[in-house]
């Protein structure tokens, strides 16, 4: 099982970036998938994540300017990011609880950098 994180990049002040992340391999079902981030210098927080039915959790400072969604049919989550700060330049990764045919575990993806200029 691998996920592959895609769209990020550097963006202006007030711009926008939508982050994908697609699991693959020998998938019986995906549970709850997120986000994180991860600054220079910081731990790495949750900034959102999604249960299989689409009820969205977010950490208070994206909330009204992040949107977490999914597609179930393609294993894959998106983060539509607005509004963005200079503080939400971080590396961010997905993250996706699966279950194989043989056990479950949370799976990481390679990360995809987000900077936002001032």
């Known amino acids: 099982v691998q996920l592959q994180a895609s769209g990020g990049g550097l963006v202006q002040a007030g711009g926008s970036l939508r982050l994908s992340c697609a699991a693959s391999?020998?998938?019986?079902?995906?549970?709850?998938m997120g986000w994180y981030r991860q600054a220079p210098g910081k731990q790495r927080e949750m900034v959102a994540t999604i249960t299989s039915q689409g009820s969205a959790n977010y950490v208070d400072s994206v909330k009204g300017r992040f949107t977490i969604s999914r597609d179930n049919t393609k294993n894959t989550v998106y983060l539509q990011m607005n509004s963005l700060k200079p503080e939400d330049t971080a590396v961010y990764y997905c993250k996706a609880y699966i279950l194989t045919t043989a056990y479950s575990n949370d799976y990481w993806g390679q990360g995809t950098e987000v900077t936002v200029s001032s």
């Open positions: 391999g020998i998938i019986f079902s995906v549970g709850v």
